[in-house]
């Protein structure tokens, strides 16, 4: 497909439990973004790849909450130790930066994350 | 710190015209992006500006004006299937080019 995909597209998990969630940008995007979005709630940036760089994780809310990615491609966010207040929609974006405009964040559908 | 401000609701009628606000305060700016999310899916992307101005896209159109810090996107002709939530959001010129989204602005509109 020619969008972003995400998996898995709902999580229901028990709390302690650790969780991965995938992101599979559009390809040739060397910009991805994880953003957390709880019901009824904005948009809420957790963390930065763009290229080779280091990742921006300047909105990670604690350790337990890690992401990596491998060059250009998969992104992998993982949640250790859940928590209740982890449940939310976790979204995926991928951007271009190649010039032009250049700034428009593609989104994936999303991981629904449930802790009990 | 960085911070985007926007009305988180506004009510309008179907058939009307809405417009809705965004102020913006951060380190750097390159554009001023606008996003529609309906309820239980993904952004997507409806318009951008970085120069001053009007950007018209059919019935959406978006206005910039950088020396105000401020934007907004009007909805004209208001139908039932714009009910969503609309996110302003700026891309900054820095080493990631990171862009920072609104808290969003629930549009609910009436018959």
């Known amino acids: 497909g020619a969008g972003v995909s995400q998996s898995p597209s709902n999580k229901v998990t028990e709390k302690g439990k650790d969780v991965e969630l995938r992101c599979d940008p559009i390809s040739g995007h060397t910009a991805l973004y994880w953003y957390r979005q709880r019901l009824g709630q904005g948009l809420e940036f957790l963390i930065y790849f763009q290229g080779n760089s280091a990742p921006d994780k300047s909105g990670l809310p604690s350790d337990r909450f890690s992401a990596e990615r491998t060059g250009e491609s998969v992104s992998t966010l993982t949640i250790q130790r859940t928590q209740q207040e982890d449940s939310a929609v976790y979204l995926c974006?991928?951007?271009?930066?190649?010039?032009?405009?250049?700034?428009?964040?593609?989104f994936g559908p999303g991981t629904r994350l449930t802790v009990l | 710190g960085q911070s985007l401000e926007q009305p988180s609701e506004v009510t309008a009628v179907e058939g009307a015209i809405v417009q809705i606000n965004c102020t913006y305060q951060?380190?750097?700016?390159?554009?001023l992006s606008w996003y529609q999310q309906h309820d239980g899916g993904a952004p997507t992307f409806l318009s951008y500006n970085a120069l001053d101005g009007l950007e018209e896209t059919g019935r959406f159109s978006s206005f910039l004006s950088r020396s105000d810090s401020y934007g907004y996107l009007l909805l004209q002709e208001l139908q039932m299937k714009d009910s969503a939530s609309y996110f302003c959001?700026?891309?900054?010129?820095?080493?990631?080019?990171?862009?920072?989204f609104g808290k969003g602005t629930r549009l609910h509109i009436l018959p």
């Open positions: 974006a991928s951007s271009s930066i190649a010039g032009g405009h250049t700034d428009t964040q593609y």
């Open positions: 951060t380190s750097g700016f390159y554009g």
């Open positions: 959001a700026v891309s900054r010129v820095n080493r990631d080019d990171k862009i920072i």
